[in-house]
C-alpha cells in the first residue's frame, strides 16, 4: 500500500498523527507528514481511520508500492 498526504489540501487539523503516531506526524509548518510510505497490513486499520477521520481528505491510500 502506497499511503500519502496532499500538501496542498492538508490544513493540519492533525487527527492523522493522533490516530497513529507510527504512521503520521505534523511538520515544523503544522501540515502533516507521512512517516511510513508503505505500511504494511498490520496497519490497514489505522490507515483506513486516518483516512475516514481527514476533514480535508488530504490522505491517500492506494494499493501498490509508493513512487
Known amino acids: 500500500m502506497a ?3 496532499d ?3 492538508c490544513q ?3 487527527r492523522c498523527a ?3 503516531s507510527a ?7 503544522g501540515l502533516g507528514v507521512v512517516l511510513v510510505p508503505e505500511p504494511g497490513p ?3 486499520a489505522d490507515v483506513a ?3 475516514d477521520n481527514c476533514p480535508e481528505m488530504a490522505i491517500r ?3 501498490g508500492p509508493a513512487d
Open 42 to 44: 498490520e496497519h490497514a
Open 23 to 29: 504512521l503520521f506526524d505534523v511538520s515544523d509548518e
Open 61 to 63: 491510500a492506494a494499493a
Open 7 to 9: 500538501p496542498q489540501r
Open 49 to 51: 481511520a486516518a483516512v
Open 12 to 14: 493540519g487539523h492533525g
Open 3 to 5: 499511503l500519502s498526504i
Open 18 to 20: 493522533l490516530i497513529s
